[in-house]
């Protein structure tokens, strides 16, 4: 069976560093996401992409993250600087269908810890 | 103020157990999604439902649109139902994803 495909499952890394994110949704999902979870919370959504193109990133800090899909296909999340409150995990998923309808397909997530 | 309410926060339940969480949401949506995320992290999309019920194995989940609210049932519980359970709403304005902050369930043998 397909899977999202993220890469690395953990990363620790200190202050100020800067840090990326990879994910390879299933072939053939334009939408894409990436979300963050603080222990304890539901997922928020940071960037959507439907196939190269930014759909929302309206909750994404765009002073220190940036999000990239160049070929429609894998994306990768970038922050730069790393703080201590970016600890989190960083989840992706993709979708067959846009805007929500359809189920979304999660990856394991990177679990990232700023010290 | 979550837009997404679930409750109960945590739950634990003896085997065999009918379980409830509930989950209630402020304003019009065009669907709802009962997620399940086990310990290491991963989450599965259980249901995607706009009206009435949807049944897969022992997992039940309503939704009342003039209530605004589902309920997700786990009928004869098992250890191996232990995990978070996660409801996000698809809002009407903007067309994304809410989530609900999820309600750690854990089943005893």
């Known amino acids: 069976e397909a899977e999202v495909a993220q890469s690395p499952r953990y990363k620790i890394t200190e202050k100020s560093q800067a840090v990326a994110f990879w994910c390879d949704p299933i072939s053939g999902h334009a939408t894409l996401y990436w979300y963050r979870q603080i222990l304890g919370q539901g997922p928020e959504l940071l960037v959507q992409f439907q196939d190269e193109s930014v759909v929302d990133d309206s909750q994404l800090p765009k002073d220190r993250f940036s999000a990239e899909r160049l070929k429609g296909v894998d994306s990768t999340l970038k922050i730069q600087p790393a703080e201590l409150g970016d600890s989190a995990m960083y989840l992706c998923?993709?979708?067959?269908?846009?805007?929500?309808?359809?189920?979304?397909?999660f990856g394991p997530g990177t679990r990232l810890l700023v010290l | 103020k979550n837009e997404v309410e679930q409750s109960p926060q945590n739950l634990t339940a003896q085997e065999g157990e009918f379980i409830t969480i509930n989950c209630s949401y402020s304003v019009g949506i065009s669907a709802l999604h009962w997620l399940q995320q086990h310990p290491g992290g991963g989450i599965v999309s259980l249901f995607m439902l706009s009206s009435g019920k949807k049944k897969h194995g022992r997992l039940i989940a309503t939704i009342n649109i003039q209530e605004k609210h589902s309920s997700l049932h786990i009928t004869a519980s098992h250890p191996r139902d232990s995990a978070v359970y996660i409801c996000?709403?698809?809002?009407?304005?903007?067309?994304?994803?809410?989530f609900g902050q999820g309600t750690e369930l854990s089943v005893k043998p």
């Open positions: 996000a709403a698809l809002y009407n304005q903007g067309g994304k994803l809410i």
């Open positions: 998923a993709s979708s067959l269908v846009a805007q929500g309808f359809g189920t979304q397909y």
